[in-house]
């Protein structure tokens, strides 16, 4: 079975940091590209980073570029997003995604999510 | 990329169809076939229903249909099902490496 499974979020203070990684089973991981999605509870999809399945290509939406760092550790079959300077607005629900085999493909595996608190 | 337009919200009731669209630009929708969209239901994650434009992937009701047309993409959801109802949003490739933008996302609800 094609899995994708995330874990690392917790409740930290602003300023802070945090690593989320996200486990995959099921399917050859360094073949993929592979995003990562966030969701502020009660609002819509926001598309945080996407890298390619070397890791060499990263893409981050403006709102996290210079704080978040998304790498992959393809002996791992692991993606992670260290997370740092959090801010109130990085509160969300973090889901990790399985792309296609191209730059342009869809997300088609999600992950349950994993919920990132930012609060003093 | 700009963000991509959706309606807030799209009602029908039990056996009708209802179609909702994503208004992009020339750079995005207009220019690829990479067009995606996913149903959410509360508390749950996402998952893809339509891919590059109008494929369905293994598994999704034929009752989902999509096409698009100029700047705009559209969904259909045919013979409309309590299960429907969830949150709908698109997604279009917009050439090299720029980043993926959703659409705000449109509530489907089944009256």
């Known amino acids: 079975e094609v899995q994708v499974v995330e874990s690392g979020g917790d409740s930290v203070q602003p300023g802070g940091s945090l690593r989320l990684s996200c486990t995959t089973s099921g399917f050859m991981f360094s073949n993929f590209w592979m995003h990562w999605t966030r969701q502020v509870p009660g609002k819509g999809l926001e598309h945080v980073s996407r890298?390619?399945?070397?890791?060499?290509?990263?893409t981050y939406a403006d709102s996290v570029k210079g704080r978040f760092t998304v790498s992959r550790d393809n002996a791992k079959d692991t993606l992670y997003v260290q997370m740092n300077s959090l801010r109130a607005e990085d509160t969300a629900v973090y889901y990790c995604?399985?792309?296609?085999?191209?730059?342009?493909?869809?997300?088609?595996?999600w992950g349950q999510g994993t919920l990132v608190t930012v609060s003093s | 990329q700009s963000a991509l337009t959706q309606p807030a919200s799209v009602s029908g009731s039990p056996g009708q169809s209802i179609t909702i669209s994503c208004t992009g630009t020339?750079?995005?929708?207009?220019?690829?076939?990479?067009v995606s969209w996913y149903q959410q239901h509360p508390g749950k994650a996402p998952k893809l229903i339509i891919y590059?434009?109008?494929n369905r992937p293994s598994g999704v009701s034929s009752r989902f249909s999509a096409s698009k047309s100029g700047n705009t993409a559209s969904l259909t959801i045919s013979g409309l099902q309590a299960e429907d109802d969830a949150d709908y949003y698109c997604t279009s490739y917009a050439g090299g490496f720029v980043p993926f933008v959703f659409g705000a996302g449109t509530k489907v609800t089944v009256l």
């Open positions: 890298i390619n399945s070397e890791g060499s290509i990263i």
């Open positions: 995604g399985r792309g296609g085999v191209y730059n342009y493909g869809s997300i088609d595996v």
């Open positions: 020339s750079s995005d929708i207009g220019n690829y076939k990479y």
């Open positions: 590059e434009v109008s």
